[in-house]
């Protein structure tokens, strides 16, 4: 009795499991719900897309929805972008949401953005609804050299067939960025600036920025615009600055070259005075071989000296201002 229940028992959960490893490969509730909604898909192509590593129920759900919203698409395809690895959810809400806004999205270009690695809903939604982007504070500076501070506001939507291999946001600020700056340089006056801001957008919506990016820009406009420093001023400052201490340097170098002149010239009259000395010290010699070759006698000499008397006396006499030296030879008074 206990054996035929054991049996019984071990009947009952091998047909559950068989059931269930039956209901599994085979989703017939799955494929009942497709065909109440209008969607032809087969039992064996269900099992098949289990042993394809395919969940059934993510391409008949997508399947069910795009019909649904009056969209034909292709089971193939949707399997094919599965296994690349693609992300069916998002691209069939893109396709509905796109389809309901008149958009003309297909399924090619849907399923090559997602590729791509952007978010395709997200992509039609910023399509739908614009978004705004905010810049950075830009620096530039007007030709009167006043520095002025600009923040402007862009308005973009995104363009569906330039989403793949189309520059991002960060290329649209750097564009904006650099039309802010040659608009405000090319001003004659930051005044002008000031009083006509919508003449930056004007100059930099003609530029056509958003060529080559996934954006097309709508509008861009001056949030903010600030006085900063004065940079003409500043420049000049410090061009005068380097003026003088360059011609500090070279007043100094030539002070220098002068302090070095005069250094020169006086160890030169102190060689000049030193020779003189030397000569004057030849003049006793002479005066002594004079005396012993006979060439000069005593009252020669006594005249002599009574003329360098004479002289020294009228010179202090010629010079009043000048201290006078007792530098006469007693001899020449005898």
């Known amino acids: ?39 032809r898909i087969s039992l064996l192509q269900l099992v098949l897309m289990r042993w394809r590593k395919v969940p059934p129920s ?45 958009m003309g999205l297909d399924f090619k270009t849907a399923t ?15 399509s739908v609804q614009p978004r705004v982007l905010d810049t950075p504070p830009v620096t530039a500076v007007a030709k009167d050299g006043i520095q002025l501070v600009a923040k402007a506001r862009v308005t973009v939507r995104a363009n569906l067939r330039r989403l ?70 500043v420049l000049q400052m410090d061009q005068a600055n380097a003026d003088k201490n360059i011609a500090q340097a070279k007043a100094e170098e030539r002070r220098a070259m002068a302090v070095a002149l005069e250094q020169e010239m006086k160890a030169k009259a102190q060689e000049a005075r030193a020779q003189v000395i030397l000569a004057e010290a030849e003049i006793p010699k002479a005066l002594a071989d004079a005396f012993r070759s006979g060439n000069l006698g005593v009252f020669d000499y006594y005249k002599l000296e009574n003329v360098k008397a004479d002289t020294k006396m009228r010179d202090s006499i010629s010079q009043p201002g000048k201290p006078k030296t007792d530098n006469f030879d007693d001899s020449s008074t005898k």
């Open 164 to 233: 793949v291999g189309g520059a991002g946001e960060e290329t649209i600020l750097a564009r904006v960025g650099e039309g802010i700056v040659s608009s405000i340089g090319s001003a004659a006056s930051h005044k002008v600036v000031l009083e006509n801001p919508d003449s930056i957008s004007k100059l930099v919506l003609n530029k056509g920025l958003d060529s080559g990016t996934a954006f097309e820009i709508l509008s861009i406009d001056i949030a903010d615009i600030d006085v900063g420093k004065n940079i003409g001023a």
């Open 112 to 126: 090559a953005i997602d590729l791509a690695g952007r978010d395709v809903f997200e992509a039609v939604q910023m």
């Open 58 to 102: 993510l391409i008949v759900n997508s399947l069910i929805a795009s019909t649904k919203a009056g969209l034909t698409l292709n089971r193939n395809e949707l399997e094919a972008h599965f296994l690349a690895g693609g992300r069916i959810k998002s691209v069939i809400n893109a396709l509905i949401s796109a389809e309901k806004a008149n």
């Open 1 to 39: 009795m206990e054996a035929n229940f054991v049996l019984i028992l071990v009947i009952g959960v091998a047909s559950l499991f068989g059931l269930w490893v039956i209901f599994y490969f085979i989703p017939v509730g799955l494929w009942f719900s497709a065909l109440v909604s209008g969607v």
